[in-house]
């Protein structure tokens, strides 16, 4: 990288070859179309092109690519989840993501930097503990540590939290990582365009051409485009483009907040997540802290951001760091979370032929980016949901086969 | 602060308030399995002017919030059953 870095200093082509190619106006049909061009309708073009040959893709985003809940989320990566299924997926996903920046070319500032769920009560050890001997036995290693182990990793960490709710323990996920959820959007959106997948942006989807039960087409702002299989990725969209096809999901919207930090010195090496303050942080490789709380309690398709969210976070994050009193928070935004009543996704094939969902992403999508685009490339490739999702399908309501991961939400929605 | 109106208790802090969901009429007891986990599960999850329940806290009034959660903006409230009286 530096010598590309000094051979473009050197250069006098200015600018440089852009990631990916700025296409304009689609053609008449492709293969495949994803609507949405997050992290996870990038990676699925991606893996569609590299493993199935698949190339002839159109990837349509609304706005420009990553800037959805692709570049909103606080940038977590764990697989310490509740059920089996759930744990043996985000592994896959960590795995993936611990090779991605030299798969993708591109340093994604991958840094695995241990995760603590703090446990204040003891219902919550026992959570802990059960979630600890669930990822042992997938081969995921977490395991149940004490105070003193919580204060050796994070000596800053006021033990008592003020007062209000000391610390019993913890549940330690060595693999915890952060990651620059950007450069994944990026990694992915230029891998896919060096194998042929067309990226266009600033293209509204506005329908979906449905007949006789299978898809013929998608109508989007730059007009008719011929197809017979189209994956929806759209974090925060998921209800508005199923009502495009006339179907109903158990997905409902709720904003998500987060905020940051003005930059410090690195102090936090850890990640550091509270079920009871509502507090999940980590320092950025800025420095800034990255701090999220629990989803706004009502539902609103808006990524509008509140002060009610600010003051309730900040002070929780007092009650652990009361040293941060004078540093500044600088920025807050929101992204809209596609909820699901047993907290894990919906993927794969629905009642209509050819048409795809990867949805229901919630509060836990950034960490699933790369295993998401792999298996529904394979479900699109081969019109079969791979093994690995199959407790994830939209039938599983119908079916009553809930997945119940709301236990390993980061903290209590 | 945003504030919402309550039909019993006036115009309090959403604070002292609970959101209850899309208001739903269940189908016939007697229906398909499918119909019934058609309304177990599933909503009309797109965004517009809906009806919903809310439940006022302090004073336990459950009533029904006519809102679009496009905007968030609450258009009318009132008790259930009592739609026309306001």
């Not at chain 1, 870095?5 to 200015?14: D, G, T």
């Not at chain 1, 800037?67 to 592994?91: A, C, H, M, Q, W």
């Not at chain 1, 204060?151 to 915890?176: N, V």
């Not at chain 1, 509502?278 to 800034?288: K, L, M, N, T």
Request: aromatic share 10%.
């Amino acid at each position: 990288m530096p010598l590309r870095l000094l051979k473009y200093a050197l250069s006098k082509n200015y600018p440089g070859t852009r990631f990916f190619k700025a296409h304009e106006t689609p053609k008449k049909s492709y293969d495949v179309v994803i609507i949405g061009g997050g992290g996870h309708g990038l990676a699925a073009a991606y893996y569609l092109a590299k493993e199935h040959g698949i190339t002839n893709v159109a990837v349509l985003e609304k706005g420009y690519i990553g800037g959805g809940n692709t570049g909103r989320n606080t940038t977590i990566v764990r697989s310490n989840y509740l059920t089996p299924e759930g744990v043996k997926f985000y592994d896959a996903s960590v795995k993936i993501y611990e090779d991605l920046s030299e798969e993708l070319d591109l340093n994604l500032f991958y840094s695995t930097r241990g995760h603590f769920t703090l446990a204040h009560t003891e219902s919550a050890m026992r959570t802990m503990r059960w979630r600890a001997e669930v990822n042992k036995h997938v081969g995921v290693e977490s395991y149940v540590v004490g105070p003193e182990e919580i204060s050796k990793a994070c000596p800053q960490l006021d033990m008592s939290c003020s007062g209000q709710a000391p610390i019993l323990g913890a549940l330690y996920h060595a693999p915890g990582s952060v990651a620059r959820h950007d450069g994944v959007a990026w990694g992915y959106a230029r891998g896919a365009d060096r194998l042929g997948v067309e990226i266009f942006q600033n293209t509204e989807v506005l329908g979906i051409d449905v007949q006789g039960g299978k898809v013929a087409g998608v109508k989007t702002s730059k007009g008719y485009i011929a197809t017979t299989k189209v994956l929806s990725a759209v974090a925060g969209f998921t209800p508005r483009i199923c009502e495009m096809v006339g179907m109903d999901t158990p997905i409902v919207i709720h904003p998500l907040q987060a905020c940051v930090t003005e930059p410090m010195k690195p102090w936090l090496d850890t990640i550091l997540v509270s079920g009871s303050l509502h507090v999940y942080v980590s320092q950025s490789s800025r420095g800034e802290l990255v701090m999220g709380s629990s989803l706004d309690p009502y539902e609103v398709h808006s990524t509008r951001s509140t002060l009610d969210f600010v003051e309730g976070l900040t002070s929780h994050m007092l009650d652990m760091f009361p040293f941060l009193s004078n540093i500044k928070v600088v920025r807050q935004w929101a992204g809209m979370a596609d909820m699901t009543p047993d907290f894990a996704p919906i993927m794969g094939k629905t009642p209509i032929e050819g048409f795809y969902l990867d949805a229901g992403w919630g509060t836990w999508g950034f960490k699933a980016t790369p295993i998401s685009g792999k298996t529904m490339a394979e479900t699109i490739a081969r019109d079969h949901a791979p093994d690995l999702i199959h407790s994830f399908r939209l039938s599983r309501f119908e079916d009553y086969e809930l997945t119940g991961e709301k236990g390993a939400a980061s903290v209590g929605h | 602060m945003k504030l919402l109106t309550c039909p019993v208790n006036g115009t309090r802090p959403l604070s002292e308030f609970v959101f209850g969901g899309e208001y739903r009429v269940p189908p016939a007891a007697d229906c398909s399995d499918k119909v019934w986990a058609d309304y177990v599960h599933n909503r009309h999850g797109a965004p517009g002017i809906k009806q919903e329940w809310w439940y006022h806290a302090p004073s336990g009034t459950w009533f029904i919030a006519e809102r679009n959660t496009l905007t968030d903006q609450v258009i009318r409230t009132f008790l259930k059953g009592q739609e026309g009286k306001q």
